[in-house]
């Protein structure tokens, strides 16, 4: 059986926002003690983006991190982390089902998020390297901003949802 990314059939919509879905990445949910997050280089900061070569590690909490990788690679990171969190406290959990993520390119790429987000993403206030938790509509979505693209995390259930209200905030 062949997976389905749930915005298939939204690539043509996507395409007009500037956008597209980056389906089946890897998501890792990890706790642990700050402290020994912050040794393995998870940011300590709330709201910011530790980005590596392969993979980016967004702060969702004091002692919660969301570690992004390319897809296929889900299985690899929870072995990762479960050896280097070895002996400390900690959970580690494959969460790359529980969201798709919609990446949004171009300079107006806010002004449709701002439509019905409550975060001022003006670049004084927003800007690469930070994340945040928030609501676009009535969807729970995670925002990471990104040298010239924004992603949305959001829960399959709520991604056409999600790309309807961006269609109808990018319409004149």
Known sequence: MTARSPLAERSGDLERLGGRELAFLAQVD???DPSTAASLGFPAEPNTVASGSDRDTLWLGP???LVVGHGG???ALVAE???TLGG???SVVDVSANRTVIEL???SRHDPLSSACPIDLHPW???DGWCAQTVFG???ILLQEREGTTRVFVRPSFAGYVVDLLVAASEP
């Open 30 to 32: 990890v706790r642990a």
């Open 88 to 90: 400390v406290h900690h």
């Open 125 to 127: 206030f927003w800007g």
């Open 138 to 140: 009535a969807a729970q």
């Open 63 to 65: 002692d919660e991190w």
């Open 73 to 75: 690679t889900a299985e």
């Open 105 to 107: 390119a171009g300079p």
């Open 81 to 83: 982390l479960e050896i």
